[in-house]
């Protein structure tokens, strides 16, 4: 992974200096909230309803067992014991004092880390493919680009007040891992005619209030070209942007006011006088940071195990977590595992100082040091041999990460919600639990097989309910939580919105609804057919009847007194 | 000439020039004026037969067009923030630098306070009416807040990776 030289170093050093003395200017009254908070939250400092809550960067979701280790540290000595992984793979710390934030940064910056735009109105943290550089899939390694997007972000002198916050995500798999699609800046890496590598272009696509799927921009940008076309995107947002209404504020309001052509128009026209200039990346800089990148030294080995072969057979326990959390790798005799941060009764996604400590020891065991982080907020070891999954899989059994449902019902996305977010118009986290603890026999799970559930606390969709299968919006009637669902989302390259099947339902019916949602897809399904293809085969009508059933003029009537 | 204190090339200095209110319609006083855009473009005539020098000033989202044959020649532009969290006048910053190739005096006005000082002399400001509210020694320290940016920007054209010693990874610093 990407090591800081001595100038990287330094920026970071300088930005957590310059944030003690803002925090220092605004205890001491020297700096008004309003003048604070836009700097706060270039920093990924917010106030929330107990306490301060940070968000720690994890550019495009990596980290080393060392960074690992200090943020188990952080969430033991600054926190109370935990941590929170995030929809877009970075990390919450939902206890800090505003005091000890300064510290918090200064032991960050000891391990190549930090919480610059992490909020705010800025160029917030890439993302990318939790499994970048091992996939099977994969046409052409994201993380360099990635990263050199860090830092042609980082600081940003012109666009650090946009009119709204700006996501970037970059893939390089067949399959789209990174959901670029609803990012307000997607890329994929791409091969030109000629087989260099080249970006397509996808802007204006989002979730929030007015969910849209991203538009290409452009089809194959040369490499080096990408710093200077980005440029020229974020300048005729930054100009010409909505800053009347924050709800239209989005760069995906701006590309349908203006249609894709005029946008794309505007774009090359701003380019023209860019392309070419100073900020044209060049091969020298691409390969210094490519080289950090390159394969870790791979041991050669058999396709086929022997020995993993027969614990596959002997423990069906394994065999289930294998078949769920284990992910196919570019190289013969190696695996990628999910460790699942979804068991049932933890927030999704939370994650202890212990547990922590426990990961990155079993990636310096068994995965190069190595770790990532997944957007659905699950944490992945890239490099594991086959022949040591067996022992990877006891060792994550210890430690409560074994749960073998990635990508099954219960491995829902969730945001923090109402029990720790001041934006949420409900909690998240009780539903998720509700849900998990209906659903939990295993082998009605994998019979149910892949399903989606995403939960968002509000319209800013921080739990991606629209792609969600099934996507369950916390919303506020009258004072009352109550929970829109809809279903038929989905993510990646057949990326859909879900659709609202109804009326808004209370807290305690949702593992009810849920259940009987299941229900008619499992009673209605063809042999092998996954739930997306039979709700669009036989519509939103029978999963309708079956959770309103008669009773939805009462609802109505109920909601209407509430 | 006022009492007014501005940082100008990252020195505070006495303001030599009358900043002219919105809707100004007197007489143009003696001295260095800093006029409205609209005032500057329709009393163009009256504004050219003055000995002494004018300035322009402007909101970030105004048009540059109408003045753009005359930009080149201006001695001082004024950009103002109505708020600070208004980030179109960093991008007509840019702009007057790079694409009409102002060389003049380019100043912050409005709400321009310490924190935004850095990124506003990156972009192309060499001039900051500070907040009269607030500390102008204290806001000049924000220039040195940072040694080192890896983009391209007007105070530094080559970005970090045209200029930074390659180092192979494990060799880093």
Redesign the interface.
Known sequence: MYKYDSIDQQIVDERVAQFRGQTERFISGELGEDEFRPLRLQNGLYIQKHAPMLRVAIPYGQLSSTQVRMLAHIARKYDRGYGHFTTRQNIQFNWPKLKRVPDILADLATVEMHAIQTSGNCIRNTTSDQFAGVAHDELIDPRPYAELIRQWSTFHPEFAYLPRKFKIAVNGAIEDRAGTLFHDIGIHTVNDVAGNVAFRILVGGGLGRTPILGHVVREALPKQHLFTYLDAILRVYNRFGRRDNMYKARIKILVKELGLEKFRAEVDAEWAHLKDGPATLTQAEIDRVAAYFVDPDYAVLPTIDAGFERHLVDHKAFARWVERNVFGHKKSGYAAVTLSLKKTGVAPGDATDAQLDAVADLADEFSYGEIRVSHEQNLILADVKKRDLFAVWQRAKTIGFATPNIGLLTDIIACPGGDFCSLANAKSIPVAEAIQRRFDDLDYLFDIGDIAINISGCMNACGHHHVGHIGILGVDKHGAEFYQVTIGGSQGLQAALGKVIGPAFAQDEMADVVEKLIKTYVALRHEDEHFLDTAKRVGMEPFKASVYDKKAGRREAEVAHV | MSDTKIIRDGVIVADDWVLLPTGYDAAFPSGKLIVPLNIFVSRQAELTARTECTGVWMEG?DDLTPISNLIEGLPLIAIHFPK?????G???A?LLR??YSFKGELRATGEV?R?QL???R??GFNAFAVRADKDIVDALKALT?????????TDQ??????R?A?????S??
């Open positions: 989202h600070f969290t208004d980030g179109r960093y991008s007509t840019v790079t694409r306070l924190d850095f990124y506003l990156r972009v807040d940072f040694s080192e940016s890896y983009q391209a920007s054209p080559a970005p970090l990776f045209r930074r390659t180092h192979a990874p494990g880093a610093a």
